[in-house]
């Protein structure tokens, strides 16, 4: 019980199919914090320092569009005229800060998880208007996560701008004394100072959103040993499978070499427990080259095929056995065995 309780435990990491399947269904580990806190301050810095030419744009519609008003005279198609034209104005006036924000959103999802394009989020599902589901999904450990956060964020932020307010209040009582200019100018400076100091907090909780959004992605995307091995099963196959596809390849390539020892020039045995076959044409061969060798039963097996084959046994223990560690089956002899064997084909080239 216990060995199949852990089996159904999600303890293993994902593995690559699992996340490549997760990737496809646009289940991927980003953060919307930092998205949102990356648009804000980008368009933070546009108004920073295009501000007073934006001021500049705004009076100049503010003051076209009073003099174009006194000029025609009111009805249904010069108000619609009247207002289109201000909304294009308006539009772009704004331009600056819509590109700026479409950019860096695109930029940091992408930084986060890359390319994705998935249809799967948008499909229309049952499941997603099952009110039980839904009951669930709401009083759900995430939504209580995100609940928490967000009450977090609201209150750390007011404390902010309590903060902020409270360094200015000597100014903020002196603020009847100034101009209408002066007193717009200074509630500008101070908007802009608590919306800085908001967007440095913002991008910390960000970066903390982002750690827990990849931790709590990595936790969910975790396998039982079961879903593993299963996955195993489905990719390359069912064990038993493998290794009668692997016996029955070794039993293939065993009887391919058997069918090379009639072939042979002599067989080096140990003298009983090894035997290896060596084969060797002047015409093309560069080098003598192994093509069958064996132990126990297998070398009993060639010495068998090679007496119905009148093919010559030589028992050299020494080189059987430096030939049975070094060389493959199908490969040439390395030079420093050049000698020794060619003796052995000598040997045998003068029985012959």
């Not at 307010?165 to 603020?175: D, G, R």
């Not at 995307?221 to 016996?247: C, F, H, N, W, Y």
């Not at 020494?318 to 420093?336: D, G, S």
Request: glycine share 4%; with cysteine; aromatic share 10%.
């Amino acid at each position: 019980m216990a060995e199949k309780r852990s089996d159904q435990e999600k303890t293993e990491k994902a593995t690559p199919k699992k996340r490549e399947e997760a990737r496809k269904k646009g289940q991927v580990a980003k953060s919307q914090e930092l998205a949102s806190v990356g648009v804000l301050s980008a368009c933070l810095v546009v108004f920073y320092f295009g501000s007073y030419d934006m001021l500049e744009k705004m009076l100049d519609i503010m003051r076209n569009s009073f003099v174009e008003s006194a000029q025609f005279n009111i009805d249904c198609n010069n108000i619609q005229y009247f207002l289109i034209g201000f909304a294009n104005k308006i539009f772009n006036l704004l331009i600056p800060f819509l590109l700026v924000a479409l950019f860096m959103a695109l930029f940091i999802n992408y930084l986060q998880v890359g390319f994705v394009f998935s249809a799967d989020p948008i499909q229309p599902k049952l499941s997603k208007i099952d009110p039980i589901n839904g009951f669930r999904r709401l009083f759900s450990i995430r939504s209580f996560v995100e609940l928490t956060k967000n009450i977090f964020k609201i209150l750390i932020i007011a404390l902010l701008i309590y903060i902020t307010i409270k360094e200015e209040i000597e100014n903020i009582i002196l603020l009847p004394d100034q101009s209408v200019g002066g007193i717009l100018v200074y509630i500008g400076k101070l908007a802009f100072k608590i919306v800085f100091r908001t967007c440095l907090l913002l991008i910390m909780l960000a970066i903390f959103d982002y750690l827990y959004q990849r931790w709590e992605f990595e936790k969910n995307l975790k396998m039982s040993r079961q879903e593993v091995k299963d996955e195993l099963k489905q990719t390359e196959g069912d064990p038993i499978i493998r290794a009668r596809i692997k016996r029955l390849q070794r039993e293939a390539a065993r009887k391919r070499m058997m069918a090379s020892v009639p072939k042979a020039d002599v067989i080096i045995t140990n003298p009983a427990h090894l035997a290896v076959a060596i084969h060797y044409d002047q015409s093309r061969m560069s080098a003598p080259k192994v093509v069958a060798k064996g132990m126990g039963y297998l070398a009993e097996r060639i010495r068998k095929i090679a007496t119905e084959n009148n093919v010559p046994i030589v028992e050299n223990k020494p080189l059987a056995q430096i030939l049975y560690k070094m060389v493959n089956v199908a490969e040439v002899i390395p030079a420093n065995l050049y000698k020794a064997v060619a003796e052995v084909l000598a040997f045998v080239y003068s029985m012959r």
